[in-house]
């Protein structure tokens, strides 16, 4: 079935810093591709999507890349804040429109 | 705020009880999902209603069950409860179906197994 692989965290890094968290999926058809991301005590809430391949998702100073030939979906952003550490799910929607969730990658950055 | 709302926040039982969890969908959405997330399993889909019919079920459990009424509002229904349900359950909505539509995730509920 279809499948999300996200890289473990945490992910530990100074203020101002750049961020990448890679993504990559598994899918039969062309799904669409989300990040979620979870602040502490709270629910998912969506970053940003792409919904074809080579479209580029953005959204607060996170970008991301639907790379279908490399089965990717790779999170940046240029400068990290202190306010961005959280959780971050990669997702993708399979045939049947669930969402399918990657295991999460915790950030956490530091002053 | 999502604009979906969880009740309870937090459940403490026992084992063996049957507990009810409630989700109010945003206004207008017609689809309900229900997620469990546990730290040794991630993010686990149980179940999707889309206007009050079953669309999708996922690694949910037949001692779990949930529908979806006429208002639209959701209910996840857990009976003889294990230690190893104890997580957080996520209900999320959306308009309608399709790949690309934005769910909204609730804040949760917390149910705790002693």
């Known amino acids: 079935g279809d499948s999300v692989t996200q890289m473990e965290g945490p992910v530990t890094l100074s203020e101002e810093a750049f961020l990448t968290i890679n993504c990559t999926y598994t899918a039969t058809g062309y799904p669409s591709l989300f990040w979620y991301v979870q602040y502490p005590g709270e629910g998912l809430q969506l970053l940003l999507k792409a919904t074809k391949a080579d479209d580029k998702g953005s959204n607060k100073g996170f970008e991301a890349t639907y790379r279908k030939e490399t089965t990717s979906f790779h999170l940046e952003k240029g400068s990290v804040q202190v306010s961005d550490s959280a959780v971050y799910f990669c997702?993708?929607?399979?045939?049947?429109?669930?969402?399918?969730f990657g295991s999460g990658t915790r950030l956490l950055v530091r002053p | 705020d999502s604009g979906v709302t969880q009740t309870p926040k937090h459940l403490i039982t026992a084992t063996g009880q049957r507990v009810t969890l409630r989700c109010s969908p945003r206004s207008g959405d017609l689809s309900v999902y229900w997620y469990q997330q546990s730290l040794d399993q991630g993010l686990q889909f149980l179940i999707q209603?889309?206007?009050?019919?079953?669309?999708a079920k996922g690694n949910i459990l037949e001692r779990f069950s949930a529908q979806q009424f006429p208002d639209l509002h959701s209910e996840l229904n857990l009976s003889s409860l294990e230690l190893g349900d104890s997580a957080l359950y996520f209900c999320?909505?959306?308009?309608?179906?399709?790949?690309?539509?934005?769910?909204?995730f609730g804040q949760g509920t917390r149910l705790t197994v002693v």
């Open positions: 209603y889309y206007n009050g019919e079953e669309r």
């Open positions: 999320a909505s959306s308009v309608g179906e399709g790949k690309g539509t934005e769910a909204f």
């Open positions: 997702a993708l929607t399979d045939s049947s429109y669930k969402l399918i």
